[in-house]
Nanobody
């Protein structure tokens, strides 16, 4: 059973930046797609970005294009997926989740099998 853990959330002023991290217990296949989502109370969950581990191909929601960057790196043999968020706006406030699933498509998958517990991002002055 894969386990995902997010970190890096916090309180930031409008225009500020944060970098979220998603660490997985292990990826047993290079064909995992990792997605970042956010949820605000009273609203549905919104897909923010996703990345294919096999080739690094990325996708972004229109609302974050040009401001957010998803990437991967290795840390002591573990794959870490980052979400760099720049020029943050109050509308970016929410709980951010990472998720993983096996996926061969070039777009973000419709559903994910594994989810983290989430990390709170609050953008406020």
């Amino acid at each position: 059973q894969m386990q995902l853990a997010e970190s890096g959330g916090g309180l930031v002023q409008p225009g500020g930046s944060l970098r979220l991290s998603c660490a997985a217990s292990r990826f047993t296949s290079p064909y995992y797609n990792i997605g970042w989502f956010r949820q605000v109370p009273g609203k549905g969950r919104e897909g923010v970005s996703c990345i294919k581990l096999i080739d690094g191909a990325t996708n972004y929601a229109e609302s974050v294009k040009g401001r957010f960057t998803i990437s991967t790196d290795k840390d002591n043999g573990r794959t870490i997926v980052y979400l760099r968020m720049n020029n943050l706006e109050p509308e970016d406030t929410g709980v951010y989740y990472c998720a993983a699933t096996l996926w061969h498509g070039n777009n973000c998958p419709d559903s994910y099998d594994y989810w983290g517990q989430g990390t709170q991002v609050t953008v406020s002055s």
